[in-house]
């Protein structure tokens, strides 16, 4: 599979970015897909999940009715749309698809969010 990210950038705080990814190599519709988060000297980190035909989604508690995930399958696409967003939200953001045993993701490269005070 490949994920190529897109939308990173530099913001204000307050402000809002959407970050999207395409994927190829599986088909994209069966596959739940999440974003992910490493902030400088921190772990990879949970962001959020929608499922496979887009109908359930949940988040991270830091980014809960700020953030929302979803998906266009007919353009293999997820999204992440961030709001109000707060200078500890800079980090690179990389997009994850379930892996076909559903134990583990594949990741794509990750895009930069950087947002200043």
């Known amino acids: 599979v490949q994920l190529q990210a897109s939308g990173g950038g530099l913001v204000q705080a307050g402000g809002s970015l959407r970050l999207s990814c395409v994927a190829s190599?599986?088909?994209?519709?069966?596959?739940?897909m999440a974003w992910f988060r490493q902030a400088p000297g921190k772990e990879r980190e949970f962001v959020a999940a929608i499922s496979s035909s887009g109908g359930s989604t949940n988040y991270a508690d830091s980014v809960k009715g700020r953030f929302t995930i979803s998906r266009d399958n007919a353009k293999n696409t997820v999204y992440l749309q961030m709001s109000s967003l707060k200078p500890e939200d800079t980090a690179v953001y990389y997009c994850?698809?379930?892996?076909?045993?559903?134990?583990?993701?594949?990741w794509g490269q990750g895009t930069l969010v950087t947002v200043s005070s």
């Open positions: 994850a698809q379930r892996d076909p045993g559903g134990s583990s993701w594949s």
């Open positions: 190599g599986r088909i994209f519709s069966s596959y739940r």
